[in-house]
């Protein structure tokens, strides 16, 4: 029976890894090794592909405790789900992905039962994994010794340097600023009138960003929630300073209300919230947007500014 463990724990180990497919979804959970040894670290992978196919993909990742089969598998750390595209000609394949990191301080045999993940309400399980636990070796012929004292070494100008250190830095500081007193008060320069100026207009600090975003590229480069969060962050603090609502605190459906208090064209009222909610909804998973989608919503962002800028011109001053 024995021996019947150990072979397939060394399958596991070479194949390790099970999935599961339905209707181009495949869910896979793996396992970095199958033999511990106590108090080690391992990790499980949770992977699932998808491909989109014009329909939301709403997917819940399998709700994780502090263990994992029985309590002598301890989870010690789990990542935030990670989103990529395998086939960067291909984006409508879809891949996210969880790592989890296990430990564990009781010696023997366990089984990880399957992972459940639930994919527009329907369930997918992957397989479940093994994992073996063995104790420390103790070399018990070698004798156990006495704590060794600590060797004392010679008092040195570099460890009274160090002992020092903080007192000689405040000395030195006072000095200097002594120095630079004197000198300042000796030789005083005359008041300098300085050039007041001009503050740059909010809306022209707002374009610069959104100019910079689409140089940066997010979206292309796989960053597409950080993509549009970037999106609605800039706009939030640009309806913040030009119509002094609290864009940043409130939702969306909170924003637009306000909004519909000023002179604002219903067109772009209208673009201003498609962009804010599709953010949203990219921001909790709701929603992959496309690619045509990304640059809409910059373009569209940088029309909303350009359109309700506010430019103030400075007053002339007559000459005397």
Known sequence: MHLLKKILFLFIFLFGSFSLFAQNINVNASIDTNFL?????????????????????VLKFPELKDTISTKAIEI?????????YPDKNDLSLVEQTKKITITSFDSGYYEIPYFEFIINN???????LQIQVQPMEVDTAKAIFDI????????????????????????????????????YLKNRPEPIVEE???????????LEKLEKLKEDKLWQAGKVKLHHSEISEILREYLEKR????????????IIQSLRFHPIDANLLSQLNQLLILADMVKFAKEQPLPEENDRC???????????????VPKVEDAK
Do not use: M
């Open 37 to 57: 040894l106590i108090g080690e670290q391992t990790q499980i992978t949770l992977k699932v592909q998808y491909r989109l196919d014009g329909e939301p993909v």
């Open 76 to 84: 010690v750390y789990s990542s935030a789900v990670d989103t990529s």
């Open 122 to 128: 329907q369930t997918y399980q992957t397989g479940p």
């Open 148 to 183: 060794k004292e600590p060797l004392e070494e010679p008092f040195s100008i570099i460890d009274w340097l160090k002992e020092n250190w903080v007192w000689i830095a405040i000395v030195l500081v006072l000095l200097i600023g002594f120095i630079v007193l004197y000198r």
């Open 196 to 206: 007041i100026v001009p503050e740059i207009p909010y809306y022209i600090i707002t």
């Open 243 to 254: 119509y002094e609502v609290k864009a940043l605190e409130h939702t969306t459906d909170e």
């Open 298 to 312: 910059l373009n569209n962002a940088i029309e909303f500014v350009n359109h309700t800028k506010l430019i103030i």
